[in-house]
Structure formats: C-alpha cells, structure tokens
C-alpha cells in the first residue's frame, strides 16, 4: 500500500477534502473549456479571453490581504463551505447571463472573491487534518486529483460544450460545488485557541504580521518571487492555450479540451512520481523545485514552436509532469515555513501577487496577440522561466562559496 493509498484510508478528514476537491475541480474544467470557447467564438478576439482571465483574478488581488485575515479569524471549514456554494450558486447565473459579456466578466469578478478566500483556507485546513511529516503525500496526491480531473473534465467537458451546449457545462459546475460543501461539511474541524487572541487585534496589526513573517523568511520571500514570475508567463499560457487550438491548430473547443486533458495527464504523474524523489526530505524539495522550474520553461519553448497538435501535445505533457512536481511542492515548503497563525494571510498574500502578475500578463498578452505571433510570445515566456531559475541558481552558488 503506498503512503497516499494509506493517508486516504486511514485519514477521514483528508479522504472528504480529497473528494470534495475532485468533485469540484472537475466541475471547474467542464465550465473553464466551455466558457473560454463560448467568449472566444462569441467575439473572435483574444483580448476577450485575456478580460475574462483577468475578472477572475482582480478582485482577489485588492481583497487578499482581509480575506486571507478572515481565514485566520474563522472556522476553515465554514469558510470553504460558504465559498462553494456561493460559486454554485455564480454558476447558474452564468447561464441565465451566458450571451452578455459584461455580466459574464461581473459574475467572474464575484468568483474571483469567492475563490481567493477558498485557496488560503483550503491550505491551513489540511495542515490541520494531517500531520507535517504527510504534507508532500497530501499536497501530491492533491495535485494528481487536479490532474486527474483534468483529463476527465476537460476531454468530457470539451465534447459535451462542443455538442449540448455551453449551458450544461455550466449547470454541471454548478452542481459540483453543492457536492463539494457537502463533504467539507463531514470534515471535523480542530478549534485552534491562537484564534481567540488573534481576534483581539485590528485588523491591520493582523495583515502586517503576515508582512513581516514574509520579509524576515528568506524561504517564504523566495516562494513569493518565483510565483510572481510564473504569474507573467502563467497568465500568457492561459491566453496563449485558446489561441493555439482555435487559431493556430484550428481544433475548436475539442482542441482546447485535448490539450486541458494532456496538462492534466502531466500533473497528474508529477504528482505521482514527487513523493518517491523527494523521500520527505526538504532538501531534496527545494533541489526538485528549482530544476523542475527550468525544464517547465525549455517544453514551454518547445510547445510554442510546434508545428501541429501532436508534437505540441507531446511537449506539453512533459512540460506539466515538471508543473506536477513544482505544484504540490510550492504548497508544501510554504506550509512548512510558515507559522500557523499567519499561514490564511501569507497564503493569501502568495495568491495576491501570483495573481496581480498574472492579471497584467493576461491583459498585455491579449493585445500583444493582436500584432505579435504566438508562437514568439510563448518563446519568450519560456525563456523568462529558464533565466529566473538560472538567476536562482547563480545566486544560491554564490551564497554558499
């Protein structure tokens, strides 16, 4: 039996995190394909895929840094489960408003909120439910979930948006949340006594503590650069993933679902493979990370440069089998360098800035695509990831010598 077989057997709490989370992530992928394909074919542009993309991380940005304090002061539990239903709730509305853009980009911006208080509230949740020495298991077998649901959801979600309609992607995304609260509310929740005192003080004494575990945690600081910079190129991958099947490939939206499913089937083995490389050790971790960040740049060249769907699927597998690796490692190293009363508010503040890098990619990237190639703006992306982890490399050395 291996260790992740083992946590989702003998771990109550984490098995009902791991179903909800795999309901809902597949639920999120049947209305990801369906609502990049129907704003694509709706206005033909790019830098409307870019607008939505972008409604979907600007409110979390301004409001991460109360959110991730609510997460601090509150029960997680209740947290989750009030984000999931107002989603599934955002979700119907999405078909009532389907054919208007700007009421498209509005219920976005309101799953942005809901979502940014789920991410860091999720993550201080499963430090509670399992023990430090089970995070890299539960955060990869996290990230496989991810993956696995992407396969599913994306390849499914692709043909039913291709063939029944936008609308019942949506209604199914919608119902996917409901069930995920349902499970979260199974989870026992431990009563941490820290919370009590923590509401004593205001709430931007509280935000500034999180400032100052960031600052003074060169391993938190790290983690925090590095996301800023898979924001810019992360947010050009979004945009760049519609364009590639729809204009480049001319696949249409069972194109777009192919290639969610193959990112999902990288995660989904990196995940798989991490916890047997890493053995637990946090060293070996931070090693992992730092290369794996270097050839997710070099099969993000590669992708771009490819000249059909196949061999841009072949190199986007590998390149997300090293996304795989890099995914569940963020979460862990954080939640291992992180104090428990701050982690909702460095979580939250990691989301922020991964968000507001992210954001601006997006935006630039739907004009930049109106005169600039795709196929050039993807290589420069990829190489932006290459030089941030050599710059990385560089330094530790110099440090050490």
Known sequence: MTKKTSLLKNNKGFKNLFIAQGVSILGDWFNTVA??????????????????????????????????????????????IASDVTRGILSIALIIFSEDFWMVFLIKMLFSISSS????????????????????????????????MAIVGASIGGVVSEYFGHSLSFLINSLSFFISAVFIFKIREKVEVKRIAQKSKHIFEEIS????????????????????????????????LPVYAHKVWNFGDQGLGIMYAIQGLGVLLGGMILPYITKGKEEKMKKIFQHSYFFQGLFFILFSLSENIYLGCLCLLIMRVFSGFIMPLDSTLLQLNCSSENLGKVVSFHTAVF??????????????????????????????????????????EFYEN
């Open 117 to 148: 208080i789920f991410a860091p509230a999720k993550s201080s949740l499963l430090r509670s439910v399992v023990k430090e020495s089970e995070l890299v298991n539960a955060n990869s077998s996290l990230a496989s979930l991810w993956g696995l």
């Open 35 to 80: 609502l990049m394909g129907l704003v694509y074919t709706q206005t033909n542009d790019s830098f409307a895929v870019g607008l939505i993309l972008i409604a979907n991380a600007l409110p979390g940005l301004i409001l991460s840094p109360f959110l991730g304090t609510i997460v601090d002061r509150k029960s997680k539990k209740s947290i989750l």
């Open 209 to 240: 503590d999180g400032f100052v575990e960031v600052r003074n945690n060169k391993m938190l600081t790290k983690l925090i650069i590095i996301g800023i910079s898979w924001g810019v190129i992360g947010g050009g991958y979004l945009v760049l």
């Open 355 to 396: 968000g507001f890098t992210m954001q601006v990619s997006m935006f630039s990237y739907g004009l930049l695509l109106r005169t600039v190639s795709p196929q050039i703006l993807g290589s420069i992306s990829g190489g932006i990831c290459i030089l941030i982890c050599l710059l990385y490399y560089i330094k530790e």
